[in-house]
């Protein structure tokens, strides 16, 4: 997986098993099928020991945006849903019972810790 390093989160990666297969388990049918929405992708960066994915729906109004994150060590993935503009909400999902005990690094790329 580490070699999607610099590459996009096109289909080809979101259909990787390592990703589709708990992708499909900790999101609602609606949310998994939402995710080919999100159709404005930045590279995938890769963070310490995670791959970290940003996208978003492009025009969407109020701005959806959509951060995956993958641990290359134990394939854990974190999912997090923002929705709004200037004080935006977000839904996040975890495969480690919604716990996103992760790397300052990681956090920050996510969204969920400020710089």
């Given amino acids: 997986m580490s070699s999607w390093a610099g590459k996009y989160p096109d289909g080809k990666f979101m259909n990787q098993p390592l990703i589709s297969t708990p992708l499909r388990r ?52 974190y999912v997090v849903f923002w929705k709004g503009d200037d004080n935006p909400t977000h839904r996040k999902f975890s495969t480690k019972n919604n716990e996103f005990n992760l790397p300052d690094e990681v956090l920050k790329e996510l969204g969920l810790k400020e710089e």
């Fill in 26 to 77: 900790i999101l609602s049918k609606a949310d998994y099928a939402s995710l080919r929405d999100y159709n404005l992708m930045t590279p995938i960066e890769r963070v310490g020991d995670y791959l970290v994915t940003n996208a978003q729906i492009k025009y969407s109004i109020p701005n959806e945006r959509l951060n995956i994150a993958f641990n290359l060590k134990d394939n854990s993935v």
